[in-house]
């Protein structure tokens, strides 16, 4: 697992698929990111809503399924090409804060 795309096929809760609100984005000394945590649960409830990830194979998949099937403008779809291909460098699952930790570089 390398990118943050990755983690939306993989990680899976009682065999559904994560809760947005439960993702945090942070560096490697555990400094949240509040701008690419927004933006990563902005693109996860649309893929909830709108597309089938199991026939997504990468990043560029999930941004053309969500072109056809929303009226997203060109621009936001460019930022959740981007984040969807942000480097993952690990996984935090942190329970006790009910919160998965996805760590980037700063």
């Given at each position: 697992?390398?990118?943050l795309?990755?983690?939306?096929?993989?990680?899976?809760?009682?065999?559904?698929?994560?809760?947005?609100?439960?993702?945090?984005?942070?560096?490697?000394?555990?400094?949240?990111?509040?701008?690419?945590?927004?933006?990563?649960?902005?693109?996860?409830?649309?893929?909830?809503?709108?597309?089938d990830l199991?026939?997504?194979?990468?990043?560029?998949?999930?941004?053309?399924?969500?072109?056809?099937?929303?009226?997203?403008?060109?621009?936001?779809?460019?930022?959740?090409?981007?984040?969807?291909?942000e480097?993952?460098?690990?996984?935090n699952?942190?329970?006790?804060?009910?919160?998965?930790?996805?760590?980037?570089?700063?």
């Amino acid at each position: 697992m390398d990118k943050l795309f990755d983690v939306l096929q993989m990680v899976r809760f009682n065999h559904l698929a994560f809760d947005s609100s439960q993702v945090v984005i942070t560096d490697v000394e555990g400094k949240p990111n509040g701008i690419l945590t927004d933006l990563f649960r902005d693109v996860v409830n649309k893929v909830n809503l709108f597309i089938d990830l199991s026939e997504a194979h990468d990043a560029g998949d999930v941004v053309a399924s969500l072109k056809a099937h929303t009226p997203l403008p060109s621009d936001v779809l460019d930022e959740y090409g981007k984040i969807l291909r942000e480097p993952l460098v690990g996984i935090n699952f942190a329970p006790q804060k009910g919160q998965i930790e996805l760590l980037v570089r700063g």
